[in-house]
């Protein structure tokens, strides 16, 4: 398998634009995850779903942020309009439920926002 | 509630010396342990877990061992090598059924020739 893919790799967009991060989890895996890095305030969990639902969003920040997962294979993350401090690595998971919790991660997608 | 504490870093050492990363954690119910990696410039990749009790997880000459009277999972690396210089995080599970885990801040590990 190619594990989990995310795209784009890189993205630098200015104050206001609308940004759509994507991620192609590993065929089978029921759960997705997507995460925030920063300096400031280490690993952060957004979202996370369930065979495509959404289970938990407590962790998305606001409300100009939000995650959709319209099949099996494939989820974005938004961020409208986008802020400076929006600036981060953001990382999509995915796990399977009789794995014992381990989650894949994909190579992060790092979002600078100008 | 449930969380995890890491010693905080940097971690900076010779090749060859001994490594220890310290890690405690809060949680209700009995969760899984784990160990994640992340080299730079990657995503974290699992490093190791343990699932009880008394278990001792290992891999690539790391090992952890669930301490449940002391609800710690110390990683140990008898002799480190500037490959593994990297980010290491500690996690829990969370029981429900969910996959969640819940990470730590982080160590970063310095490793010099």
């Known amino acids: 398998d190619a594990g989990v893919i995310q795209s784009p790799r890189h993205e630098v967009t200015e104050m206001g634009q609308e940004v759509t991060l994507r991620c192609k989890p590993i065929?089978?895996?029921?759960?997705l995850f997507w995460y925030r890095q920063t300096m400031m305030r280490g690993l952060e969990l957004l979202i996370y779903f369930n065979n495509n639902v959404p289970i938990d969003d407590s962790g998305m920040p606001e409300d100009r942020f939000s995650a959709k997962m319209p099949n099996a294979s494939f989820s974005t993350l938004k961020i409208q309009p986008s802020e400076p401090r929006d600036s981060a690595v953001y990382f999509c998971a995915s796990s399977f439920r009789l794995a014992d919790y381990e989650q894949y991660f994909g190579p992060g997608t790092r979002l600078t926002v100008t | 509630g449930n969380s995890v504490t890491q010693m905080e870093g940097p971690v900076t050492l010779s090749e060859e010396a001994f490594l220890t990363i310290n890690c405690t954690y809060t949680a209700t119910g009995y969760p899984s342990l784990f160990w994640y990696v992340q080299y730079p410039g990657e995503g974290l990749q699992l490093l190791l877990k343990?699932?009880?009790?008394?278990d001792k997880g290992s891999n690539k000459g790391f090992e952890a061992t669930y301490r449940k009277e002391t609800t710690s999972f110390h990683l140990e690396k008898g002799s480190v090598q500037v490959s593994d210089s990297a980010v290491y995080f500690c996690a829990l599970s969370l029981s429900g059924g969910y996959n969640k885990l819940i990470f730590g801040a982080g160590t970063r590990l310095a490793v010099h020739p």
């Open positions: 343990a699932t009880k009790a008394d």
């Open positions: 065929s089978g895996h029921d759960y």
